[in-house]
């Protein structure tokens, strides 16, 4: 399993982000994927999950209404669509997988939110 997130970077609050993840080493179109976040010092929260057709997702309360998540499975790729973004989503961006009880995670995605 191999997991690559990008799209990260500096951007004003009030700004927008577009991360993906892609995936393989796996049956992408046959799992639900998620986004998570961590900045130091506090553990890891799942900021959104989507499931294998993209029919359904849920959202952290903290991102409901600025976040979406999607997910192309012909290419391999889940993304979070970052809007009105704000100085506490400052984080390091995570992928998830979660297969027979094993998560599995990418390297992370640095997003900055400041002027």
């Known amino acids: 399993v191999q997991l690559v997130e990008s799209g990260g970077g500096l951007v004003q609050p009030g700004g927008s982000l577009r991360l993906s993840c892609a995936a393989s080493?796996?049956?992408?179109?046959?799992?639900?994927m998620s986004w998570y976040r961590q900045v130091p010092g506090k553990e890891r929260e799942m900021v959104a999950g989507i499931n294998i057709d993209g029919g359904w997702a849920n959202y952290a309360d903290s991102v409901k209404g600025r976040f979406i998540i999607s997910r192309d499975n012909a290419k391999n790729t889940v993304y979070l669509q970052m809007n009105s973004l704000k100085p506490e989503d400052t984080a390091v961006y995570y992928c998830?997988?979660?297969?027979?009880?094993?998560?599995?995670w990418g390297q992370g995605t640095h997003v900055t939110v400041s002027s």
């Open positions: 998830n997988l979660k297969r027979f009880q094993t998560n599995y």
């Open positions: 080493g796996f049956t992408f179109s046959s799992f639900a």
